[in-house]
Nanobody, 127 residues
Framework: QVQLLQSGGGSVQAGGSLSISCEHSGSTFSSVAAGWFRQAPGKEREFVGAVSWNGANTVYANSVQGRFAISRDNAKHTAYLQMNSLKPEDTAVYYC????????????????????WGQGTQVTVSS
């Protein structure tokens, strides 16, 4: 059974930076896209961004474009979410997930395309 173990996150003042790592326990990581999602209190979980299986392509939600960066190191079976210029509205629990289909050509934003999920990491941004 694949597990995704997240680390990082925490609390920061507005304008600061945080990062989250997501380590994949299996051997299939290098063949699947990795996505990031977040859920703020009282809101539905939303797509943040994703990186293709080989790291060549990324896509971001409009709300984080230009401030967040997603990357991956397949040798370490790890995906990363770097968050800069954080705003109070970025406060949420952040989740990583991996695509259910290997070598998918298009990066997907809908949750149902992802079959393994991390445990979630709290990010709190104070004003």
């Amino acid at each position: 059974q694949v597990q995704l173990l997240q680390s990082g996150g925490g609390s920061v003042q507005a304008g600061g930076s945080l990062s989250i790592s997501c380590e994949h326990s299996g051997s299939t990581f290098s063949s699947v896209a990795a996505g990031w999602f977040r859920q703020a209190p009282g809101k539905e979980r939303e797509f943040v961004g994703a990186v293709s299986w080989n790291g060549a392509n990324t896509v971001y939600a409009n709300s984080v474009q230009g401030r967040f960066a997603i990357s991956r190191d397949n040798a370490k079976h790890t995906a990363y979410l770097q968050m800069n210029s954080l705003k109070p509205e970025d406060t949420a629990v952040y989740y990583c997930a991996t695509d259910s289909r290997a070598y998918r050509a298009v990066l997907m934003s809908a949750e149902n395309y992802y079959n393994y999920w991390g445990q979630g990491t709290q990010v709190t941004v104070s004003s």
